[in-house]
């Protein structure tokens, strides 16, 4: 398939990826990295093109084996990449990745080829973590302007669902909770922290194994008894100092910021405030996209 773009009127064609263009496709990937992410790894492309990933991995399994291509001009260089699939149980389509240094054209062509081969069905991206990431689900749209366009401009809606936040580590100042039990867990795979008194679990937390020293805190809870007692706190410090002994240089975190209005249960502003207090800094939000036939 050859596409004209306005980029600079140079002729790019589409062609399924080979493993000629690892090289070519991990630079693009690192060229998106975020802050408090670890550098895409062979292997961790690998998962990615044969449609696994540690994060949403039942939700990969759901999938048809992923369709992906990449974009190159007459010199034969890679310059972007689209991963797609679609899931046989509804039939949606799903544009999984993409990659293209956020060149407006190429991520207006690459959205395009997508849903031109996923053809006239519902259509959502950037809906699943891929093995590219640890655990960014969704698109982060301040660092990826070019490709939130695209998708707008193609009449994805988008859906503001997650706030990405990181710190370095260590954090100095923070309490301990006191009796915490910790526990191997294996989905995500990682340790859970646990607080009981009287054998009622009052906390919990789950951190991620660290990957590159980087550390996941996936989960922090406290039961509704046992809130504004500086519980969530103190049981944070207690999770970033066991990430702190198993390697991590620095901890990132995702909040379920899409709460419907008056859902208490689900209610982040106290998570959204301990984080902030405790020194976290937001890098980016991130948005799921949904177009309808």
Not at 89 to 108: N, T
Request: glycine share 10%.
């Amino acid at each position: 398939m050859a596409i004209t773009t306005s980029r600079s009127m140079a002729q790019l064609s589409v062609r399924p990826y080979a493993a000629t263009d690892e090289a070519a496709v991990l630079d693009l990937v690192g060229a998106d990295r975020l802050p408090g992410q670890p550098l895409a790894t062979a292997t961790m492309l690998a998962e990615a093109l044969a449609g696994r990933s540690p994060v949403d991995g039942g939700w990969w399994a759901e999938l048809a084996p992923p369709v992906t291509e990449v974009m190159h001009n007459e010199s034969g260089t890679v310059l972007g990449i689209v991963s797609y699939a679609t899931r046989p149980s509804d039939g949606a389509g799903f544009i999984l990745w993409l990659h293209c240094r956020e060149d407006p054209a190429l991520a207006k062509a690459l959205v395009a080829r997508a849903l031109d081969r996923l053809g006239e069905r519902t259509v959502h991206a950037f809906e699943f973590a891929s093995a590219l990431t640890l655990g960014l689900e969704g698109l982060p749209v301040g660092r990826r302007p070019a490709t939130h366009q695209a998708l707008e401009d193609a009449g994805f809606t988008g859906r503001d669902l997650w706030r990405y936040m990181r710190s370095p580590l260590p954090i100095a100042g923070l309490p301990r909770a006191a009796h915490v039990t910790v526990e191997e867990c294996e989905d995500p795979p990682g340790k859970r922290l646990e607080v009981r008194e009287g054998g009622e679990l009052l906390a919990e937390a789950t951190i991620g194994r660290p990957v590159a020293e980087v550390g996941v805190l996936w989960w922090i809870s406290v039961a509704p008894p046992a809130r504004r007692r500086g519980l969530g706190l103190s049981l944070l410090g207690s999770a970033l100092d066991l990430l702190t002994g198993l390697g991590a240089r620095e901890a990132i975190l995702y909040v379920d910021d899409d709460a419907p209005s008056g859902d208490v249960e689900r209610d982040r502003t106290a998570a959204n405030s301990m984080y902030d207090r405790a020194g976290f800094n937001e890098v980016d939000r991130l948005h799921s996209f949904t177009r309808s036939p």
